[in-house]
């Protein structure tokens, strides 16, 4: 019953973790979907080629144009 109920626990947090990754995943593309559309705002509106550099370890966004 112990084995059972342990498995049980352990299938239940691999699922839980799955979600969680899969949730961070979808948000990390939506950031970077974002900054790329702004990226594409600034080069209609000053012109050259923009580009994004995001850190999330250090919560930096940087973007220049060239």
């Known amino acids: ?3 059972v109920l342990g498995q049980w626990r352990l299938t239940s947090f691999d699922k839980m ?3 969680a990754t899969t949730k961070a995943k979808a ?3 939506e950031i970077e979907l974002a900054a790329k559309y702004v990226a ?3 080069e209609g509106l000053h ?3 923009w580009r994004v550099k995001i850190d999330y370890r250090l ?3 940087l ?3 060239k």
């Open 1 to 3: 019953m112990a084995e």
């Open 17 to 19: 973790a799955a979600e």
């Open 27 to 29: 948000k990390l593309a």
């Open 40 to 42: 594409y705002l600034m």
């Open 47 to 49: 012109g050259g080629d």
């Open 59 to 61: 919560g930096f966004v």
């Open 63 to 65: 973007m220049v144009g």
